[in-house]
C-alpha cells in the first residue's frame, strides 16, 4: 500500500470514531459539544450562522431530543499550510435525523461537512462545520 493510502485507511478509522462521538453527543450527551469544537469555530447550522462549541450546544439545548442515523461519509486528507505538516480532514456525512421521540414522526434528512483540524494534544477538534437538513416525504425516508 503507498503512503499516501496508508494516510487515507487511518484517516478513515479515525473519522468513523470521530463520527460516533460526535453524533452521541448531539443525540444524548449535549453538555460534550463544546469539547469537540475549537472555541471560534465557524457553524452554519440550517443557514444560521453561529461561532463555537459552546454556541451550538445552547442551539441543540433549545432541540427537542434528536437521533441521527448516518448513513453515508466522505473524508479527504487536507494540507493546510500553517499546520507543521499535519494533516486537517475534510468530512461530509448524511443521514436522517428524527427530532422529539415520536415514532414516524419529525423525521427528514440531513448533511454535514467538517473541517477537522489537529491539534496539540494529537486529537482532532472540528475547525468549521455546517448543517443542513434536507426536506424530503417521509415516504422518501423510511427504510
Known amino acids: 500500500m503507498s503512503d499516501i493510502g496508508k494516510v487515507i ?3 478513515s478509522r479515525g473519522t468513523e470514531n470521530f463520527i460516533s462521538v460526535y453524533y452521541r453527543a448531539l443525540d444524548g450527551h449535549r ?11 465557524p457553524i452554519v447550522y440550517n443557514g444560521n ?14 432541540m427537542p431530543p434528536t437521533a441521527h442515523d448516518v448513513t453515508g461519509y466522505d473524508c479527504h486528507p487536507l494540507a493546510v499550510a500553517g499546520a507543521d505538516g499535519r494533516l486537517s480532514i475534510a468530512l461530509s456525512t448524511s443521514g436522517k435525523v428524527r427530532f422529539g421521540s415520536d415514532r414516524g414522526k419529525g423525521l427528514c434528512g440531513f448533511s ?10 494529537g486529537k482532532f477538534r472540528v475547525g468549521s462545520c455546517g448543517y443542513r437538513l434536507v426536506y424530503k416525504s417521509e415516504d422518501d425516508l423510511e427504510p
Not at 31 to 39: A, G, R, T, V
Not at 113 to 121: C, E, H
Open 9 to 11: 485507511e487511518l484517516i
Open 112 to 121: 454535514e461537512t467538517f473541517i477537522l483540524r489537529p491539534q496539540p494534544d
Open 49 to 62: 450562522p453561529l461561532v463555537g462549541g459552546e454556541a451550538y450546544a445552547e442551539l441543540y439545548s433549545r
Open 31 to 41: 453538555e460534550n459539544i463544546p469539547l469537540l469544537f475549537e472555541p471560534n469555530a
